[in-house]
C-alpha cells in the first residue's frame, strides 16, 4: 500500500497567528517603557548634577566675597546672582562663635560662622548649604 501526502494541506497557515502577533507587541511594548523609564530617570539625575555643579561653584564665588569684604564686614544677607544665574538665589546667615562654641581660649570676637544656602527657582530640593568659619586678621604688634 502505497500512501500520498498532500501537496497543499487545508488546515496549513502560512503567516503569524493572532496571539504570536499580540504577545510580541506586549515584549516590544514592555521593552520601550522599560527605555523611556530609565531614560526619564537618566535626565532627572543630569538636572541634579547640573543643579550641584553650578550651585557649588556659585557657592564658593559667595563665600570668598565674604572674605574679601573683611571680618568687620561679614553680615546675613540674600539676593540673587548676576549675569547666566539670576535663578539661582543665595541667602547667609552669620553668628558669632565664641570660646564656648570653639573650645578655643581667646577666640571672642575672632570667628564667625557663616553659613550660606544656594537655592534654585521655588524648588525645594533643589537647595544646597554650605557652612565656614571667617577668622579675623591679627595684626601683628
Known amino acids: 500500500m502505497m500512501f500520498f501526502w498532500p ?3 487545508k488546515n496549513r497557515s502560512d503567516g503569524f497567528t493572532l496571539l504570536e502577533v499580540m504577545v510580541a507587541v506586549a515584549i516590544i511594548a514592555i ?16 538636572a541634579i548634577s547640573r543643579f550641584e555643579t553650578v550651585a557649588s561653584l556659585l ?3 559667595k563665600i570668598a566675597e565674604i572674605q574679601v569684604a573683611g571680618f568687620d564686614d561679614v553680615q546675613a544677607g540674600q539676593g ?3 549675569g ?8 547667609a546667615e552669620v553668628e558669632d562663635l565664641s570660646e564656648d562654641d570653639t573650645g578655643i581660649p581667646g577666640a571672642e570676637d575672632m570667628l ?8 534654585r527657582g521655588t524648588d525645594e ?3 544646597l548649604q554650605v557652612r565656614t568659619v571667617v577668622m579675623k586678621k591679627i595684626e601683628a604688634k
Request: no cysteine; proline share 0%.
Open 80 to 82: 540673587d546672582f548676576e
Open 84 to 91: 547666566d544665574f539670576t535663578d539661582f538665589h543665595w541667602q
Open 125 to 127: 530640593d533643589m537647595v
Open 7 to 9: 501537496l497543499h494541506r
Open 59 to 61: 557657592a564658593r564665588q
Open 31 to 46: 521593552s520601550f517603557v522599560s527605555l523611556l523609564g530609565s531614560q526619564s530617570q537618566s535626565i532627572s539625575y543630569a
Open 112 to 119: 564667625k560662622l557663616v553659613a550660606l544656602t544656594v537655592s
